[in-house]
């Protein structure tokens, strides 16, 4: 199949999006968007064998799009390893989360929708890791957010949901701000928005140029790590990511696994060459390092099952951008980035068969027992954590090593750090485990199995979570990019220490305790309360927004009060120029009043006009008269 077929992936979950928009049967909805996926994955599958044979980039232009003086844009796609990748990772992932949605969703009313605003999120997501251009990644940028905002706040009835959806989008577009400027920054200084264009491309001839006093790589790349701070939910703009939680659960699983907050991460590696150029990976890498390590706390004090997934969503992009920002390509990051995909999905749709198992609950304090009661699930779900804990030779294990390799060698304050964060991280997912698997059930109703559609995802999903990282993990580096590197002694022992290490410590405080009387001894309020960042926001941020929405409405009032004077000084200005100098000067006194005048001098000379010869001889002699009396008067 030829690379010109690479425009298919993003464009046949759009049509699927244009063809349920409209439907009302959520089988129908639901059955267009997933063969559409299904065609996309088939398609992505083909150019992945094709990246992977021939390597390098390709390129295919569609179309020219705007022509800005000797500059042309064009809407054009490429073609690498690591583009296809992320097309089949999205892509079969995604299509798993279609099917269990059909499940899922089948009651919901607005099932149709649902499958409309998920096809349209898949159709962004997919041009933004195909586009060859900052523009065209943009615009698949921006339909993530929008389609983000739709499925977030989907349950909008829910005040919980429709608040989640608004403050995912308000908070993104913050970094989106940022990233618009490095674009627009990009252009000015390179002069092209194509990636990749037979080595005139912005990631070829990288820009050397100074803006503001500082070199034109450098400053591009941070602004365009601002969108990416915003999109992959690094510290300080993290928030909006755990509220996301309100929409349904296969919308957490595309949004925290594979898709929206990957492209954070993706951004940072596709511009790699601009990073490495401006010298600012350090900061990526301890952005990083720092947001994992909070996150993975915050963790730590939560209840609601999928509250403590988002955390760890949070606190694995962490690990990701360390791994970039510690590393001499973006490989390793980029391999944490699709181990992440396929354990986190497990986890979050595994996530959604424990909450439809127990009757929608969500607070693993009124779980419990749910190993016996649901075999299938509690299997697969154990092996994402397994996974998600870097357990010895799962998927986890294998990409999590080589981010510590890299943050080892670059940097050991960031190694120690990093270490710290997978021990947390091994600890608060026992702690989850316990408390849902382990004991009694402590909820109201009894649970049970979730159906086979729910169920077969999952499977498939721990396969992949367990076996990955052994069996692409070499490959999948060496065609990113990555270098031969050595496997330190202490990088392997740390490891090891803080997996098993954390899962034994979470294991001895929870297993013998009453988890539904005796108080959580790691719940501190600190962490219960996410480290109080939304009320910080609230009370800053949130108050200068409320006394600048005070000091605008003024202003405007203000304002309409000196338009309201303006227009009455203009109405009486008008007034007395059409009372007194139009009606009374130009009118009686010059145009019209002099008219009259010359009318009626007229009407008093045509007085003379009789039109009788006897009458003018009379005054002709009575004229010869007064002249005779005049002549002689003067001569007298």
């Not at 264009?197 to 400053?219: F, H, Q, R, S, Y």
């Not at 790691?522 to 009370?539: G, P, Q, V």
């Amino acid at each position: 199949m030829s690379t010109e077929k690479l425009a298919l992936i993003p464009l046949l979950p759009l049509l699927a999006a244009v063809l349920t928009c409209g439907m009302r049967c959520g089988r129908r909805a639901a059955a267009v968007a997933i063969g559409a996926m299904s065609l996309s994955l088939a398609i992505a599958l083909v150019m992945l064998a094709n990246a992977w044979a021939h390597g390098g980039v390709q390129t295919v232009s569609l179309a020219d799009w705007l022509v800005v003086g000797a500059a042309k844009i064009q809407f054009s796609l490429l073609l690498d390893p690591l583009s296809a990748c992320m097309a089949a990772m999205v892509t079969f992932v995604g299509l798993l989360i279609f099917i269990y949605s059909s499940g899922y969703m089948k009651d919901d009313p607005r099932c149709a929708r649902f499958f409309c605003y998920l096809s349209l999120f898949a159709a962004g997501m997919l041009g933004l890791v195909l586009a060859n251009n900052l523009l065209l990644l943009f615009m698949s940028w921006e339909i993530v957010g929008v389609a983000s905002y739709l499925l977030i706040g989907f349950w909008f009835h829910k005040p919980a949901a429709a608040a989640a959806g608004k403050k995912a989008f308000i908070v993104t577009r913050i970094g989106d701000m940022g990233f618009l400027i490095g674009i627009l920054l990009a252009f000015t200084q390179a002069g092209t928005l194509e990636l990749f264009d037979n080595g005139n491309g912005l990631l070829e001839k990288i820009p050397t140029g100074v803006v503001w006093g500082i070199g034109a790589a450098k400053l591009i790349s941070l602004f365009l790590f601002c969108g990416a701070i915003g999109k992959s939910g690094q510290l300080p703009l993290h928030v909006w990511l755990p509220d996301a939680m309100e929409g349904p659960t296969p919308v957490s699983a595309l949004i925290h696994a594979a898709t929206m907050v990957a492209a954070g991460v993706f951004l940072v590696a596709r511009t790699f060459p601009l990073f490495v150029e401006g010298q600012t990976l350090p900061l990526v890498a301890w952005v990083g390092g720092l947001t994992a390590f909070v996150a993975a706390l915050i963790a730590l004090g939560q209840y609601d099952i999928k509250r403590i997934l988002a955390y760890s969503t949070v606190s694995q992009l962490g690990l990701m951008m360390v791994g970039l920002g510690t590393a001499a390509t973006g490989a390793v990051g980029m391999f944490h980035l699709f181990t992440h995909a396929f354990f986190k999905a497990l986890l979050f749709l595994g996530a959604g068969s424990i909450i439809h198992g127990c009757h929608e609950e969500q607070d693993i304090r009124r779980m419990g027992g749910i190993a016996r009661a649901m075999p299938i699930t509690t299997a697969a779900y154990l092996c994402g954590a397994l996974a998600l804990v870097a357990f010895p030779f799962t998927s986890g294990y294998f990409s999590k090593d080589a981010v510590l390799i890299s943050a080892y060698g670059a940097d050991r304050n960031l190694f120690y750090l990093c270490a710290l964060t997978s021990l947390i991280t091994a600890l608060y997912v026992t702690r989850q485990c316990v408390y849902v698997f382990i004991g009694t059930h402590r909820g109201a109703q009894a649970p049970h199995e979730s159906p086979p559609v729910l169920t077969a995802p999952l499977v498939i999903l721990a396969a992949f979570a367990l076996g990955l990282g052994g069996l692409a993990g070499n490959s999948l580096l060496a065609k990113l990019g990555a270098k031969h590197s050595e496997h330190p002694f202490a990088v392997i022992a740390t490891s090891w220490a803080v997996a098993l290490g954390g899962m034994l410590l979470g294991w001895v405080i929870y297993a013998r305790r009453d988890l539904g009387r005796t108080t959580d001894p790691l719940a501190l309020s600190a962490l219960a309360n996410k480290f109080y960042f939304d009320e910080l926001y609230a009370a800053t941020v949130g108050r200068l927004w409320t006394a600048l929405t005070w000091l605008v409405v003024m202003l405007q009032e203000l304002l309409a009060g000196v338009c309201e004077l303006g227009v009455q000084l203009t109405q009486a200005t008008g007034q007395f120029f059409a009372r007194s100098v139009d009606v009374r000067l130009i009118d009686e006194l010059t145009m019209d009043g002099l008219a009259r005048r010359f009318h009626k001098g007229g009407e008093v000379a045509t007085g003379f006009q009789t039109g009788l010869l006897s009458g003018y001889l009379r005054w002709i002699a009575l004229g010869a008269l007064a002249v005779g009396v005049f002549v002689h008067w003067l001569w007298k």
